[in-house]
Every structure is written in C-alpha cells, then in structure tokens.
C-alpha cells in the first residue's frame, strides 16, 4: 500500500489532500466532520477583523447540462468573530493532533499580523497562510490581492509574519497578475517556507438581460468577484508549473483550482505541488467526495509503481518547454475507426469550416463515416476533440523519429522564413481550395 503521507514545508499531513480557506472550513464543526470522512488537512476560512457579507454572494457559470463549471463569489473573510474560531480551531486539533491545520489570515498592520499569528499559534495552528489573493472587497481597504499584486509589499508583510511565527508560514498568491513568479519570488526573499495558489480571478459571471445587472445581484447592483472551478484548472497548473520552474521560487508549492477528483490533483502534483487544496468541488458535491479521491490516488499510484508521493511530485515539470524547442518534424494524422463512428459528421464541419479542409464526406450510398484526406492533415486534433465517441479519431505518427529539428534549430540554421512572402513558410505546403470553391455550397 502507497505511504499518502504529505509534506508542505514541514507540515505534515495524512494524505496530500486539504480543503482550502472558504465556506467549508468556516467552523470546526466542518473542519471535524471533514476530518473524519478522510481529508487530511484544512486551511480555516480566513481570519482578520470579522466582515458583514452580502445577499446574495455566489454565481456560476453553467455548460450545457453541466452544473458550476465556473464558479464566482464575492465573499469575503470570516465573519465569526476570531476567538470562537481559535476555540474550534483548538478542539479539532485535540481531536486530530496528526492532521494539518492551517490559519489563513488577512489583516493591516504589522501590530495586527504579530498578534493574530500568535493568537492561532497559541491556538494549535500547524502553520499559517497569508491570504494575499482575495480579489474583492478586501483589496478596495488594501488587502488580499492589493498585497498580492505588489511584490515589494508582499515580501515586507512576509517578512513582518516571519519575524514572530514559528510554525511554517505559506503566502497564498493571487493569479490576477500578469507573471505570478514575480510575487512568488517575493514571497520567498520574504522567508516565506512555502506559497500556495491559485486564489480566485477577477471576473464577472454574465448579465440579467432584462435587469441589465451582472450575476450575483445584490440590491440591482453587482461587483467583480473570484472566478474558481473546474474552468480555472489549466490556469492554475500554468501558474504551479511557472512557479515550480523558476529558479528564484524554489519553495514547496500548494496547489489549487480546479481539482474535483484525484487526477486533477495528480496533474497539480505532476507539475509540483507537494500537496493540494479544493474549495467548489467540496461546496458543490460535499467531503464525501475525498473518499474517491484517495481510492483513485492510491490505485494509480500502484499501477504506476510510486510507494511515496516524492516519487511522483514535479515529474512533468522538465518536460514543459518553450514553443523554440518544441520539435517541428514530429508529425501526427488523424485516423478514424469505422467500426465505432456514428457517423455524426461533426469532424467534417470542424475540419471544414474550422481547420483545413482534410476531411471527406462519403459518396452517395456509401453509409456516413468520412475519411481523412492524408495529404491535406495538418495533424492538429481539432477533429479527435470534437469527436463524441472516446478513441474514435486517433492521431497516428507518421515520421520515423528519426530527426529533431526545432524552430530554434530553423533559427540557428538559416532556414527559418525571414520575409513576408517567404515560401518556406510552414502553411505553404498544403493544399487549400481557390476562394471561389466557398460559394454556392
Ligand atoms: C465562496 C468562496 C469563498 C472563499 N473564501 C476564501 C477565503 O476566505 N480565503 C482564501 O484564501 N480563499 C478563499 N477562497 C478561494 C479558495 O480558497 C480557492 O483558492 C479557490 O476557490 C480556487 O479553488 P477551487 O477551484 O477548488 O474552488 C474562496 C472561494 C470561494 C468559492
Ligand atoms: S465526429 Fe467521430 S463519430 Fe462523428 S463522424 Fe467524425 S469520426 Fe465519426
Ligand atoms: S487533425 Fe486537423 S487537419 Fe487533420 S483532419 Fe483533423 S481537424 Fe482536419
């Protein structure tokens, strides 16, 4: 059996999967409850000076018959007031001493951090986070992502934590940013043992067309809030991977957004996070999805032979390059199995209209499914993704593998297109049909 044990910068936990700061960790009556159904760590709702929230607070975006694949709120920071929380805080570490509790915290001044790091210390708290990533409300008083944006202030607050803490201090980053290794690189010339993110993006959820007023409404009026869900996972992998490649972070990295169950936790993991936190997928189906999730961790991790999560942690992360080094002589056409399409024909619009024109429709009496015209492929895999049926447009290679020659390489070589009109150009090698042949389809 796999060893799940996590650890984030000397935190340990039971398993790599923590609820992240938001609703389901308002209370330890939560946190006990989440504790018990098989979560390994929570990060508390963040604390600081208790706020008043509005009605409503929540939007989402919803795709076809998909419920919440974005998920947007403009709530703010607990409004419990902090000694009811250091209490609860207090009786689940009693009742789970070897789980992680972490305490997001989010105040002013220097005088304020010192004492409320010290007050969840005193409470138990197995190390804190910095809640520099909250991208409403708290950043109009200059907190949360005002702190997050401005790398020089977040490493002077990482450094005023780090003057008096003495558990691990993690600084939470906001994604709201144009390149997140700046803050990240901040956080750790401030001391900080470890960053955690994505915190949400600043976004708006859509528009009543008859109120004229965006989602969540409150009183006719609305705000930008924090976009978060499975629509946010590829950006929040960019980021962790960013972070985890630059050579100025080089300190554990928590990794958020997006996960619903164990294989988005594993891509965070593949591009190195240490651990992982989830916040919509808890708010929307419940703790109870954290059994999955250990099943699924623990079963992919025999299969693949990996008796410790340190086996697999960041193992993806050299194979992200840049597009220069990509190699331009890899070739791959698609291919489609008769036996299994429907005969949608979804893959000749996409092709036609969308891509390049390398699919064929069948002759009259010749049933529905197309064909790929070969020499018209230009291998991009629009048509496999449109494709309803799971495997039936498969991208075969057609190169031997046995050349590697880079757009760097092209470079360095002399043969990359210089001019406009340069027929060395990589699209001019395929056929496309003269403008006219658009008509009278
Ligand atoms: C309703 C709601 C409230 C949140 N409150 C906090 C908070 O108090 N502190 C914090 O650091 N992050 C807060 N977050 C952000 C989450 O911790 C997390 O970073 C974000 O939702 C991305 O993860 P997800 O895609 O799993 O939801 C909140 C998110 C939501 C949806
Ligand atoms: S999209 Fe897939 S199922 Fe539909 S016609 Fe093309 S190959 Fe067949
Ligand atoms: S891979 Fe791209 S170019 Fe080739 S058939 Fe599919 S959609 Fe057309």
Known sequence: MPNLTANLAGILSPNPFWLASAPPTNSGYQVMKAFETGWGGAVWKTLGIPVVNTSS?????????????GFNNIELITDRPLADNLREIEEVKKYFPDHAVVASL????????????????????????????????????????????????????????????????????????????????????GGADAISLINTIQSLMGVDL???????????KSTNGGYCGPAVKPIALNMVKNCAQHQGVNIPISGIGG?????????????????????????????????????????YMNEKGFGQLPDFIGKAVSNVTTWENLNLKY?????????????????????????????????????????????????????????????????????????HESWKDYMDSGKAPTEFNDKRAGGHGHWIPEPKAGLGG
């Not at 708290?125 to 909250?134: K, Q, S």
């Not at 008859?210 to 006719?220: A, K, N, Q």
């Not at 036996?339 to 209209?353: H, R, S």
Request: charged share 20%; with cysteine; proline share 5%.
């Open 57 to 69: 607070r929540y939007g989402a975006i919803n795709y076809r018959s998909s419920r919440m694949v």
């Open 106 to 189: 989010m105040v002013e001044s220097r005088k304020e951090w010192h004492q409320i790091v010290k007050d969840v210390e005193n409470a138990g708290a197995d190390g804190v986070e910095l809640n520099f990533g909250c991208p409403h409300g708290m950043c109009e008083r200059g907190m949360g992502s005002a702190v997050g944006q401005e790398p020089a202030v977040l490493q002077t607050i990482t450094g005023w934590v780090k003057e008096v803490a003495t558990v691990p201090v993690i600084v939470k980053l906001t994604p709201n940013i144009t390149d997140i290794t700046e803050p990240a690189v901040a956080a750790a010339k």
């Open 210 to 220: 008859d109120r004229f007023v965006p989602y969540p409404t409150v009183d006719g």
């Open 259 to 299: 996960i619903e169950n164990w294989r988005d936790a594993v891509e965070h993991m593949l591009l190195g996070a240490n651990n992982v936190q989830v916040c919509t997928a808890v708010m929307h189906y419940g703790f109870g999805i954290i059994r999955e999730m250990l099943a699924g961790l623990e079963e």
């Open 331 to 403: 070739k791959v056409i698609a291919a489609i199995n008769a036996d299994t399409c429907i005969g949608c024909q979804l893959c000749y619009t996409a092709c036609e209209d969308g891509a390049h024109q390398a699919i064929a429709l069948p002759g009259n009496g010749q049933g529905r499914v197309p064909a790929i015209i070969e020499e018209n492929c230009v291998g991009c895999n629009l048509c496999s993704l449109v494709c309803p049926v799971e495997n039936c447009i498969t991208m075969v290679r057609k190169d031997d593998g046995s050349t």
